[in-house]
């Protein structure tokens, strides 16, 4: 009697993962485009803050129409934003950690080879499986474990690029490098995975949790863009080469954003991870067609893997997209007993 609503199940997360692959693709593909084709390149730290800000406006949209009239909506606001300092500090916590990411993450690539960085970066995606087993009490089979691993080693050799000799000297520090992919790797799989858990442990709408991270995301990114481009800005102004494509690509970005949480809500972040393998494959195809890109052995090898990945982890019946509680788990055990 399981087997149609499990069949259903995994129809819905295929869906999820083809929908959020093409997203993802063509996110990257058109900031490709925008990053070799404009001759006045824009501030991505001002882009990330747009996309922030757009986020937020779609998520209070949403939330709107969900209500239903503008009575409860105001309410939902008043009880779940302005009422709840605590539940926006709490949802403060991805963003500010996603922040610390993001800078570990550029020091690390700054004290690493980048071929050394590229294997060690993709250590987030087992990670971020090791963290939905701690935190959301879930087990995983073997059979998903090497489905993770192997999704590991796929993305790492779709991206592998080989070291070219330079005669420019970098001084670079190894150990300050992998102290900081490691925290980058953590707090890739934490924030994740934390707001997940947040998400799904309470029935507070999807598009409240929304809103109550934006704002906060929103607070962190006008931060970064201040220390990092904040002289440049003043002199050039904050919307500097912005062109239609780039306003396309943050649609995308913010569009995509929202959908994630979606996916999250629905399935969890380790398909999320898959669906970001796969659209690294679909992106790097269509840079074929697009932009000349050459196709290697390590490429097509990769991309091997990832298909097989993806196979492999969802052949399990198990259900990995809701918290479950340890006392369910004792239980089964006694009555197998």
């Known amino acids: 009697m399981a087997a149609p609503r499990d069949n259903v199940t995994l129809l819905f997360k295929l869906y999820c993962l083809a929908v959020m692959t093409m ?38 949209g949403i939330l709107a129409k969900e209500t239903g009239s503008l009575g409860r909506f105001k309410a939902s606001l008043r009880e779940n934003v302005l009422g709840s300092p605590k539940e926006l500090l709490k949802l403060s916590v991805p963003s500010l950690v996603y922040a610390v990411q993001n800078n570990m993450a550029f020091l690390a690539l700054s004290n690493l080879d980048a071929a050394v960085y590229q294997v060690t970066y993709q250590l987030k995606i087992p990670c971020t499986a090791l963290c939905t087993v701690l935190m959301l009490n879930r087990t995983l089979s073997k059979l998903q474990w090497v489905s993770v691993f192997m999704l590991c080693a796929g993305v790492t050799l779709v991206q592998w690029k080989p070291a070219q000799a330079t005669k420019v000297v970098v001084e670079q520090n190894p150990l300050l490098g992998f102290g900081a992919i490691a925290i980058a790797v953590l707090c890739s799989g934490f924030a994740g995975v934390y707001f997940e858990k947040v998400l799904k442990s309470s029935d507070t709408s999807l598009w409240v949790r929304n809103i109550q991270m934006y704002l906060s995301g929103i607070i962190v990114t006008l931060v970064g863009v201040y220390l990092s481009d904040g002289a440049e800005i003043k002199e050039k102004g904050f919307f500097y080469g912005y062109t239609y494509y780039v306003w396309f690509v943050i649609f995308l970005a913010s569009v995509g954003g929202l959908y994630t949480s979606v996916v999250v809500k629905y399935t969890d972040n380790i398909m999320k991870g898959f669906s970001a393998a796969a659209a690294i494959v679909l992106s790097t195809i269509a840079s074929v067609m697009l932009f000349g890109l050459q196709i290697t052995l390590t490429f097509a090898l990769g991309t091997l893997l990832v298909c097989v990945s993806i196979y492999l982890y969802g052949l399990p019946r198990q259900d990995t997209t809701s918290i479950q509680q340890g006392e369910t788990a004792s239980k089964e055990r006694v009555i197998g007993v």
Not at 28 to 56: G, H, M, N, P, Q
């Open 23 to 60: 997203m993802a693709a063509a996110y990257t593909i058109a900031l490709r485009y925008t990053r070799t084709s404009d001759k006045e390149l824009y501030f991505s730290t001002t882009a990330v803050c747009i996309t922030e800000v757009i986020k937020l406006l779609l998520s209070v």
